[in-house]
């Protein structure tokens, strides 16, 4: 079992910065592919990064040269600096590990953090 808890989030004004960060616990995250997903009030559920164990990063067309993931196996983290925040950027961010192998796969999601960006 992996417990996730995503820290960071917050209100900002349009233009502005957060860092979000997740904290991994119960077992190590290093072979996991990691992600950061949010959901807006009435919207589904999107993926706005994510970052393989090899390191390799993908985006959200919208988030391009904005957002930046990383990780930190050592820590057993994962970061989102987000940055040129726009109020389309509210909603509620959340963390996710996924594991695959063949058929098998294990998939855990944090509770969520706040991201409101208003002026």
């Known amino acids: 079992q992996v417990q996730l808890v995503e820290s960071g989030g917050g209100l900002v004004q349009p233009g502005g910065s957060l860092r979000l960060s997740c904290a991994a616990s119960?077992?190590?995250?290093?072979?996991?592919?990691l992600g950061w997903y949010r959901q807006a009030p009435g919207k589904q559920r999107e993926l706005v990064a994510s970052?393989?164990?090899?390191?390799?990063?993908n985006y959200a067309d919208d988030v391009k040269g904005r957002f930046t993931i990383s990780r930190d196996n050592a820590k057993n983290t994962v970061s989102l600096q987000m940055n040129s925040l726009k109020p389309e950027d509210t909603a509620v961010y959340l963390c996710?590990?996924?594991?695959?192998?063949?058929?098998?796969?294990?998939?855990?999601w944090g509770q969520g953090t706040q991201v409101t960006v208003s002026s």
């Open positions: 970052i393989a164990s090899s390191g390799s990063t």
């Open positions: 996710n590990a996924r594991w695959s192998f063949l058929t098998r796969v294990y998939e855990y």
């Open positions: 119960g077992n190590s995250v290093s072979s996991y592919a």
